[in-house]
């Protein structure tokens, strides 16, 4: 097994792979940018080393950088996690050249993959099903107008190079055509540095169901139970399920098969997700992407099959072929994720860096925190607000469901505002039980007007902040006099001369 | 000691008598309260009132009298004030009725200031982007008026409740 | 379903009991004693009510109170826990006589299974292995004599209405039998105030293997797969795992089966446990009791089988029938315990009450924390020292091992010493990781003296706590000159004047 | 500043000296370290020397100089003294060695106090028995000696590190 990981990346899912390299005995080296010398990561792993300044250019893609402490640490191996340079060829190659394993599949999946028209291309050669739509990007606005004219309405334009949503606009009228092609093409140069966009069909009642697959290097793939991603806000993931409400079992083997299919189009040789949108109405599925990375949501996954997909991931790495093969792998249950953001839900999801002045998280049966979260905890304005995954399993969706609900009326972040009352709503929804929703879900049902909701305690909170201020009152008064306060085991000022001494 | 305690504009009158260490009479508005109270940990409260126990967060906000508390999930934004204090600061407060005193309401980067002193704006308009944490926001007028002055500067780091720019509502409207 | 449970007991117990509760829809009720205004079950359940001062004769065991507030509440149904009066037929009998379900099984089972002599006549009648010994008591010491010699050495001479290890001796030489009798007898009194004791055979390399079992009110039964109770102190369970390393399906089977015909005797119609004593050398199996509540330890059952079985109990209780056969029942993976105690390892496991200042429980995949913790809580003196119960679930027995190392190496108490290192020495080590081990395992393996055994980071813990005076005295000295300490944001006098402003 | 740190009777000279905020060179012994320091939680400590991460908790004994460190599970107890009051105390140890000043290793309840002033006592002979948490604990003498004080009363509650008793060793030991 490899000697010493070096994690190339931060916040939870730099946890989540130390975690795993703990449990396969492999010491880890942590690396942090100036902003984050306070990180859990930093703190856990056995050896960290700063990379450079808090943007993440500097420091998180500073491969130089980087590198350079794989060879100092004598790493043999880097896992690259989601995002930064997870989906890298030029990182994953400058790897190889120094001798270093890249936790991840081989450059040619990263490079065919990381490009939705070459992606594309590869997944039809294959047969897999594709959204009616063009294989080559458009050249200029005829013909644009032309490719309108021939998938027929309503269209999706899309960035070639994109992702989360960025990119994309919706067409549903042909004399829209122009001026869409212009603004996503600007969009996608400014977010991407490439112009490239191309023309599809929109598909109704959009469902985003994805499949997980993980291959070796001797030429076996697997694919999991579908993951339902569907809850979206800002065309960003927001709750996600195992599986979905809308796949039966001749379903999930089709879309399998068809995930499969597109992993063997690159010889994928670790672990990626084939995305598929997949019609409401029709139940027809189609390819989108493929992530050539261990996704965010993988512990839905590995809840409801018991399969641990980032120490599978690392063994692969190694070599190890595949302790299992596709008859193994089992349906048990039902899993949720809800992610857990550093945004304020009543006020327009606005971010909320700051201090984390008090930590209860949630436990008991089946509640699994994937969390980068700690007391004292200063969470920087740099990076992407998503503080923690809260992951449930229950025999049944609708245990599921009411344990999710639990674990989130446990989870209590003081002093930063979470987006963990938005997820009780939802998730406490009739709507989402009934498990009937689309991509479009959140956007119709919950509507920021929602914040004036009537509240039920409201004369608690009075009383409870009230109370607090005739305290503190108090407190001063008998300060300014030299007493001291009538219940000396809760002032903080007793507290810290206790433990200073 | 007697606070006014609002929420949502609405004021309530709240008198507390503590009867024992950590017992206290409540009268909010014209309901009594026998509070059993205890703060086992900084600012999370556990109360029993009639037999009903009640685990409350409260988050003091730097420099206001304001409290973001939160009861099962959901936030309430409280202010507390005594009462004689609150009878002086509304009458304070009605010489400026109307105008908009913008404080950022996160820390973040100011990506573009998009108003200067003088100009005239819509309810809604921009007045400027904040960037944090990836993410542009865009900071409106919830009135029409005029600026009166800006004091963000693009490209500059604030806090939250760092003051942004100031909106004097037009004659029409005051 | 049961409008509305009071939970008559405290810490985690009080909790778990409280979750399942909370998924199920049905508010609960707490009770506590003076001493336990901060526990965390005061904090959590819907209401609470003190029921009396800190010695639980007086509180948790205190009847007439707790049914007060039964009544008063309006609660429809008592969830005992255990311990307290989880297995008392009198209080279980005044829960009925007011129109409150007691949660667990008829009070004949109790009575029955409360007494070890009448538990071993019902499980003998049902064919069910005892070991050889008398199912009677002893009269005195001449009666004593006659029995040792026909049993034959070595011997166990035990209170009959024992548990914990209280009134047991063990017998290796005939004359030692008189005076092994007078002491037992008078421990028994002392304990139990009844002095009935009995012989039976003492079982070589014994292992402790227990099974549970639910049953409902339609007469249907259940078993689980085992679990392995062998890792003892002072003859109470510190470490359990399912399945057993002894086990085989088999065995599995058999043990199953004459759980349920010990059950059957008593009509049992909730979740209990029926404990066995295992020969690690003829792998023979013989009944030890049964206990007629919910285990300490069900988690690992539930771990390894999917099954909430807290939640199951409720809903039996309630009249529901069991929605699973045995056919339903499957074994999937491994699943450890570890039980956390406020207990010094290097102090011969003296108890440590006190506050717990600092806390960050374990997370990441299939760890499960069950915890009465919290940050601030001032642990008690007058209640027994478990603070948590760390559960882990791993496909294979190895990795169960792995990722219990991992989390314990995670949790971090502090305030007050808990055992968390001693179960990382216990679970780290070559002979837990054979399997191979019987009751005696900690005595004969973890003596007191490896207390003094190396430690590898001596270097690193002088210096930190070097640093951190010499913090506090340029801290002091700073603060008497009226200047700022340097790194204001790690300060507690800049964090209080923050909170209180 | 120069630091006594005392580990298992071992004492061991520590330099101390901050080059720049959170950065200390120390040296131990004769060992050179370079300290990157960190206390994100209150008495958690965050160590990066060389390289090498270390997550340290720190609790001060109440009233003393003594500190539980803890560090990846294993527990050091550590006292950390001036290195001039090392000096002095040293001597003033010097005068009372071998004497056994009894302090309760608990919390709890005093349930027998098996000896009065005046007794000799053997080593490991059980001077009284202390109850929490439901168990008794025997508290043993280390040496052999006589008892020339008794503080704890039976049925009184004690605090961890209240006096329990005092044993002088005798004469042929000292």
């Given at each position: 097994m490899f000697k010493k990981i070096l994690i190339a990346n931060r916040g939870e899912i730099a946890i989540r792979v130390h975690r795993a390299c703990v449990e396969l005995g492999i010491p880890t080296v942590a690396i942090y940018s100036e902003a984050d010398r306070t990180a859990l990561h930093v703190r856990v792993c056995d050896e960290a080393y700063c990379?450079?300044?808090?943007?993440?250019?500097?420091?998180?893609?500073?491969?130089?950088?980087?590198?350079e402490v794989a060879r100092i640490t004598g790493a043999d191996a880097v896992h690259p996690g989601y995002g930064f340079l997870s989906e890298n060829a030029e990182f994953a190659e400058r790897c190889a050249a120094q001798?270093?394993?890249?936790?991840?599949?081989?450059?040619?999946?990263?490079?065919?993959?990381?490009?939705k028209t070459t992606s594309r291309v590869a997944a039809?050669?294959?047969?897999?099903?594709l959204v009616p739509g063009m294989k080559e990007n458009l050249r200029d606005e005829a013909h644009a107008m032309e490719w309108a004219q021939k998938i027929g309405l309503p269209l999706m334009m899309?960035?070639?190079a994109g992702g989360g949503g960025k990119g994309m606009r919706m067409v549903t009228r042909m004399e829209d055509v122009p001026g869409a092609f212009r603004a996503a093409r600007a969009e996608a140069l400014?977010?991407?540095?490439?112009?490239?966009?191309?023309?599809?069909?929109?598909?109704?009642?959009?469902?985003?169901?994805e499949i997980q697959v993980l291959g070796d290097k001797h030429g076996n793939i697997v694919y999991f139970p579908e993951r339902e991603c569907s809850i979206q806000r800002r065309h960003q993931k927001v709750i996600e399920e195992a599986p979905s409400t809308l796949v039966d079992p001749e379903m999930r083997k089709a879309m399998g098969e068809a995930a499969i299919k597109a992993a063997r189009s690159v010889d994928y040789d670790s672990a990626g997700t084939v995305e598929f949108i997949v019609s409401g109405k029709t139940k027809e599925f189609f390819f989108l992407e493929m992530n050539t990375r261990l996704q965010v949501e993988h512990p839905i996954t590995e809840m409801v099959t018991g399969v641990d997909l980032c120490k599978e991931m690392i063994k692969v790495a190694y070599g190890d072929p595949l302790p299992f093969t596709q008859e193994d792998i089992h349906l048990d249950g039902h899993a949720i994720e809800c992610r857990i953001y550093a945004e304020d839900p009543d006020n327009n999801f606005l971010p909320t860096p700051g201090k984390i002045i008090g930590l209860r998280v949630p436990g008991g049966p089946w509640v699994r925190d994937e969390s980068g979260m700690y007391e004292g905890l200063d969470v920087p304005i740099h990076y992407d607000p998503m503080l923690s995954k809260l992951v449930v399993w229950g025999s049944t969706r609708e245990r599921a469901i009411t344990r999710m609900l639990r674990a989130l009326g446990e989870y209590a972040v003081k002093g930063i505002k979470t987006t963990i009352p938005f997820h009780a709503r939802v998730i406490g929804s009739e709507s989402f039980a009934e498990g009937d929703f689309d991509t479009h879900y959140i956007?119709?049902?919950?509507?920021?007007?929602?914040?004036a909701r009537p509240m039920p305690h409201e004369d608690?909170?009075?009383?409870?902040?009230?109370i607090q201020v005739y305290r503190q009152d108090k407190h001063k008064a008998q300060h300014m006099l030299g007493g001291h306060p009538d219940r000396p085991e809760?002032?903080?000022?007793?507290?810290?001369?206790?433990?200073?001494? | 000691m007697t606070y006014i305690a609002t929420y949502r504009g609405r004021p309530t009158r709240v008198q507390i008598q503590e009867t024992e260490p950590g017992r206290f009479r409540v009268l909010l508005g014209e309901t009594p309260y026998d509070v059993d109270f205890l703060e086992p940990q900084r600012n999370i409260l556990s109360l029993l009132i009639d037999g009903q126990s009640f685990e409350v967060d409260v988050d003091p906000a730097p420099g206001a009298d304001l409290y973001g508390v939160m009861i099962k999930g959901d936030h309430y934004e409280i202010e507390v004030v005594e009462e004689r204090k609150k009878k002086l600061s509304m009458k304070l407060a009605a010489g400026a009725a109307g105008r908009q005193d913008l404080k950022s309401p996160m820390a973040g980067n100011v990506r573009a200031v998009l108003v200067q002193p003088g100009d005239e704006v819509k309810v809604g308009q921009v007045l400027m982007i904040l960037e944090a944490m990836k993410m542009q926001n865009e900071i409106k007028s919830t009135i029409h008026g005029t600026v009166t002055s800006v004091s963000a500067r693009e490209g500059q780091t604030v806090a939250m409740g760092d003051p942004l720019c100031v909106v004097e509502p037009l004659a029409e409207e005051g």
């Amino acid at each position: 097994m490899f000697k010493k990981i070096l994690i190339a990346n931060r916040g939870e899912i730099a946890i989540r792979v130390h975690r795993a390299c703990v449990e396969l005995g492999i010491p880890t080296v942590a690396i942090y940018s100036e902003a984050d010398r306070t990180a859990l990561h930093v703190r856990v792993c056995d050896e960290a080393y700063c990379v450079g300044p808090a943007p993440s250019r500097e420091s998180y893609l500073n491969m130089d950088r980087i590198l350079e402490v794989a060879r100092i640490t004598g790493a043999d191996a880097v896992h690259p996690g989601y995002g930064f340079l997870s989906e890298n060829a030029e990182f994953a190659e400058r790897c190889a050249a120094q001798g270093i394993t890249f936790i991840g599949p081989n450059t040619k999946a990263i490079r065919v993959m990381g490009n939705k028209t070459t992606s594309r291309v590869a997944a039809a050669e294959m047969g897999v099903p594709l959204v009616p739509g063009m294989k080559e990007n458009l050249r200029d606005e005829a013909h644009a107008m032309e490719w309108a004219q021939k998938i027929g309405l309503p269209l999706m334009m899309k960035a070639a190079a994109g992702g989360g949503g960025k990119g994309m606009r919706m067409v549903t009228r042909m004399e829209d055509v122009p001026g869409a092609f212009r603004a996503a093409r600007a969009e996608a140069l400014a977010s991407f540095n490439d112009e490239a966009v191309y023309l599809e069909r929109y598909i109704e009642s959009p469902r985003h169901v994805e499949i997980q697959v993980l291959g070796d290097k001797h030429g076996n793939i697997v694919y999991f139970p579908e993951r339902e991603c569907s809850i979206q806000r800002r065309h960003q993931k927001v709750i996600e399920e195992a599986p979905s409400t809308l796949v039966d079992p001749e379903m999930r083997k089709a879309m399998g098969e068809a995930a499969i299919k597109a992993a063997r189009s690159v010889d994928y040789d670790s672990a990626g997700t084939v995305e598929f949108i997949v019609s409401g109405k029709t139940k027809e599925f189609f390819f989108l992407e493929m992530n050539t990375r261990l996704q965010v949501e993988h512990p839905i996954t590995e809840m409801v099959t018991g399969v641990d997909l980032c120490k599978e991931m690392i063994k692969v790495a190694y070599g190890d072929p595949l302790p299992f093969t596709q008859e193994d792998i089992h349906l048990d249950g039902h899993a949720i994720e809800c992610r857990i953001y550093a945004e304020d839900p009543d006020n327009n999801f606005l971010p909320t860096p700051g201090k984390i002045i008090g930590l209860r998280v949630p436990g008991g049966p089946w509640v699994r925190d994937e969390s980068g979260m700690y007391e004292g905890l200063d969470v920087p304005i740099h990076y992407d607000p998503m503080l923690s995954k809260l992951v449930v399993w229950g025999s049944t969706r609708e245990r599921a469901i009411t344990r999710m609900l639990r674990a989130l009326g446990e989870y209590a972040v003081k002093g930063i505002k979470t987006t963990i009352p938005f997820h009780a709503r939802v998730i406490g929804s009739e709507s989402f039980a009934e498990g009937d929703f689309d991509t479009h879900y959140i956007d119709n049902h919950f509507r920021p007007a929602d914040a004036a909701r009537p509240m039920p305690h409201e004369d608690i909170a009075q009383i409870a902040a009230a109370i607090q201020v005739y305290r503190q009152d108090k407190h001063k008064a008998q300060h300014m006099l030299g007493g001291h306060p009538d219940r000396p085991e809760t002032s903080p000022w007793k507290q810290s001369g206790r433990v200073q001494r | 000691m007697t606070y006014i305690a609002t929420y949502r504009g609405r004021p309530t009158r709240v008198q507390i008598q503590e009867t024992e260490p950590g017992r206290f009479r409540v009268l909010l508005g014209e309901t009594p309260y026998d509070v059993d109270f205890l703060e086992p940990q900084r600012n999370i409260l556990s109360l029993l009132i009639d037999g009903q126990s009640f685990e409350v967060d409260v988050d003091p906000a730097p420099g206001a009298d304001l409290y973001g508390v939160m009861i099962k999930g959901d936030h309430y934004e409280i202010e507390v004030v005594e009462e004689r204090k609150k009878k002086l600061s509304m009458k304070l407060a009605a010489g400026a009725a109307g105008r908009q005193d913008l404080k950022s309401p996160m820390a973040g980067n100011v990506r573009a200031v998009l108003v200067q002193p003088g100009d005239e704006v819509k309810v809604g308009q921009v007045l400027m982007i904040l960037e944090a944490m990836k993410m542009q926001n865009e900071i409106k007028s919830t009135i029409h008026g005029t600026v009166t002055s800006v004091s963000a500067r693009e490209g500059q780091t604030v806090a939250m409740g760092d003051p942004l720019c100031v909106v004097e509502p037009l004659a029409e409207e005051g």
